[in-house]
């Protein structure tokens, strides 16, 4: 059991926890992104500060699932979850069935080029917790969100940092906040002008 931030709580299936006020994240180990790492916790923390309700999300390189659950399970209507690897997407469903909300997930195998469309237009919130020549490849589709979108990135590396934030601030982002962790960094940005 790992307590992440002011609401979050990550539990293994099965085991028994205390009541608490917290909401339960229940993950089963798997691909990368099972609650643990500094990317994953700092993401989920600032995650829990946006105001979610009803919102659309958008899981780039989704991993377990673990952001797009907890997203959805604060209050977004739906998250769209994105992967290469088809164990990563195997496993999002697995999870997002162990915390009651798969008909709130939907499983794309690919790349941010086979989200559809009106996913992209519409959505919210995008989380990138990602490798950094990820997040520049993907920068010109990012670029078509709608303004007061938030994208939340990491698994960017100090050294990256202030290239990456700079090419975002160029598509039409401006910074809101930049977490320097003990490697990486996690970073918030809200897209302001087309």
């Not at 923390?45 to 989704?62: R, T």
Request: proline share 4%; net charge negative.
């Amino acid at each position: 059991m790992i307590e992440v931030g002011e609401k979050l709580r990550i539990v293994r299936p099965g085991f028994k926890c205390p009541p608490s006020e917290r909401i339960d994240i229940v993950i089963k180990r798997g691909a990368f992104g099972s609650g643990e790492h500094e990317t994953t916790k700092s993401c989920l923390e600032e995650l829990e500060k946006i105001p979610l309700e009803n919102g659309l999300v958008l899981d780039i390189g989704c991993g377990t699932g673990i952001l797009a659950i907890a997203a959805v399970k604060l209050g977004a209507s739906k998250a769209v979850c994105v992967d290469i690897a088809r164990e990563a997407i195997e496993t999002t469903l697995e999870n997002a069935k162990l915390n009651t909300i798969q008909d709130r997930i939907v499983p794309i195998l690919g790349t941010i080029r086979n989200v559809p469309k009106e996913y992209l237009l519409s959505c919210d919130i995008v989380l990138a917790n990602i490798y950094p020549e990820v997040l520049r490849d993907i920068a010109d589709e990012l670029a078509l969100v709608k303004e007061g979108c938030i994208l939340i990135g990491s698994g960017v590396l100090w050294e990256d940092n202030y290239e990456i934030i700079e090419l975002y601030k160029s598509k039409g982002f401006k910074l809101l906040t930049n977490r320097w962790l003990e490697q990486y960094t996690t970073f918030v940005l809200e897209k302001v002008k087309s």
